[in-house]
């Protein structure tokens, strides 16, 4: 079982506790921003991003978590063991893996994709228009 004076745990767990206040901090202030900028969509999409990254972030800590408590190359028993440990341990490595692959895909495959550059132009343009 992790040892009370873990700092490395505490700190982890504090800053996903951040993370997650956060988001929810987030979610209620798009509410606030439709109500006072109702015809200002770029607040809008910014208020979307940052929850967007801030649930990635929290995604990524879980799994840093359940890697952490669940190492499967230590004997320690941490509430269960077996086949159960190994399974939350390959859960937070998929969780990482996931996160990772998501980012990777968002923001270095969108610069070189032609198309959506395209599609992107033509949305500026059809919302200047309008």
């Known amino acids: 079982m992790p040892e009370k004076k873990d700092v490395k745990l505490n700190m982890l767990l504090i800053f996903i506790l951040?993370?997650?206040?956060?988001?929810?901090i987030s979610l209620f202030s798009h509410f606030a921003i439709k109500h006072y900028l109702p015809d200002d969509n770029y607040y809008v999409e910014l208020n979307e991003n940052i929850e967007y990254m801030l649930h990635n972030i929290f995604t990524l800590l879980i799994g840093l978590l359940l890697i952490y408590l669940y190492h499967i190359f230590t004997s320690k028993s941490v509430c269960i063991e077996g086949h159960i440990k190994f399974y939350l341990f390959s859960f937070g490595i998929l969780s990482?893996?996931?996160?990772?692959?998501?980012?990777?895909?968002?923001?270095?495959?969108?610069?070189?994709?032609?198309?959506?550059?395209?599609l992107d132009q033509e949305y500026n343009k059809l919302d200047q228009e309008l």
């Open 18 to 24: 951040i993370v997650k206040i956060l988001w929810v």
């Open 96 to 118: 990482v893996i996931g996160v990772l692959q998501k980012m990777f895909h968002k923001y270095y495959f969108r610069e070189g994709n032609e198309l959506e550059v395209e």
